[in-house]
C-alpha cells in the first residue's frame, strides 16, 4: 500500500463534478482545510478516475475494503481514524476522498501541488489497481444542473457567479411568466430587441438558455446583479462572491 503524510486537504462535499472541487491555488483562508496525518494513495486507470470526476456513485467493495481504517487525522496528541479516506489518481488527474463511513465519494478535494508530483511519480512507478468500475451513464444536463464544459476555463470566483446567473433563469423559465422572461432576454441581449418582441415562449426560452451558458463576460457580471435583486438568498451569495478579489 502507498502512503502520504502530513497532507492538506479542502473538502468539498457532495460535488457530483470535479470542476467544482476546487484546486488548491483556489483555496480561501476560510474554508477549513484540514490535515491528514497519513492517507493511503490508490493508482488507478483512466476510466476509473472519470468516476470520481464526473459521478458520487457507489465505489467498488474491493476499493474500500483495500483503504478500510488506513487514513489518519492528528487531533491533538492523538490520532483519529478514518472509514475509508484516501488519495486517487490516475498519474494525470488525482483527488482526495472521503467517503464518510458510506460507499459514495461524499467529500472530494484537490491537494497541494508538491503533493500531486509525489502522486505522479508513484503512478509512474506502480500499476494501476485492477478494480472494476461500470461504464458511466451519459448525463443531460441544464441550468439547475450546469454542464462541466460551461465551467471551463473559470475561476471559482466566475464558477459562483455563473451558477448564481443560471439558477436565477432557470427559476424565471420556471415561473412562466412569459412579459418577465422578455423583459431579462432583451436586458441580456439589447440589438435583438425587436426580434424577441416577436417570439413566441418555446423561442425565447432556447434563445436565453442556449447563449447564457457560453462563456463569462462583463455582460453576465451584469446580468447576474440586476437579475438577483430582491432576492435574499440569491443577493447572501453575490455579495459573498462579490467580496472576495478573485
Not at 149 to 170: F, I, P, S, Y
Not at 198 to 215: H, L, N, P, R, Y
Amino acid at each position: 500500500m502507498l502512503y502520504l503524510h502530513d497532507v492538506w486537504v479542502n473538502w468539498f462535499e457532495g460535488e457530483e463534478n470535479g470542476c467544482n472541487v476546487c484546486p488548491y491555488h483556489e483555496w480561501r483562508k476560510d474554508d477549513g482545510m484540514m490535515l491528514l496525518d497519513q492517507v493511503p494513495v490508490l493508482i488507478l486507470r483512466k476510466n476509473a478516475m472519470d468516476f470520481f470526476e464526473q459521478t458520487l456513485c457507489e465505489l467498488p467493495k474491493e476499493l474500500l475494503k483495500k483503504v478500510e481504517s488506513k487514513a489518519f487525522i492528528r487531533k491533538g496528541s492523538k490520532r483519529e481514524m478514518l472509514d475509508y479516506c484516501f488519495i486517487a489518481s490516475d498519474g494525470d488527474r488525482t483527488m482526495a476522498v472521503d467517503t464518510n463511513g458510506y460507499r459514495v465519494p461524499v467529500k472530494k478535494s484537490r491537494i497541494m501541488p508538491q503533493h500531486e508530483l509525489i502522486v505522479r511519480e508513484m503512478a509512474d512507478c506502480h500499476p494501476a489497481e485492477p478494480f472494476y468500475f461500470p461504464e458511466i451513464i451519459q448525463k443531460t444536463y441544464s441550468l439547475s444542473e450546469p454542464s462541466p464544459e460551461w465551467m471551463a476555463g473559470l475561476t471559482r470566483k466566475e464558477r459562483q457567479l455563473k451558477n448564481l446567473l443560471l439558477m436565477a433563469v432557470d427559476q424565471l423559465i420556471e415561473s412562466d411568466h412569459e412579459p418577465a422572461l422578455k423583459y431579462w432576454l432583451t436586458e441580456w441581449q439589447p440589438a435583438k430587441y425587436e426580434v424577441i418582441r416577436q417570439m413566441d415562449w418555446e423561442s425565447a426560452v432556447k434563445m436565453f438558455s442556449e447563449t447564457i451558458v457560453i462563456g463569462w463576460s462583463p455582460a453576465h457580471e451584469q446580468l447576474c446583479a440586476q437579475m438577483i435583486k430582491g432576492r435574499p438568498f440569491f443577493e447572501k451569495m453575490y455579495e459573498q462572491e462579490m467580496s472576495i478579489a478573485t
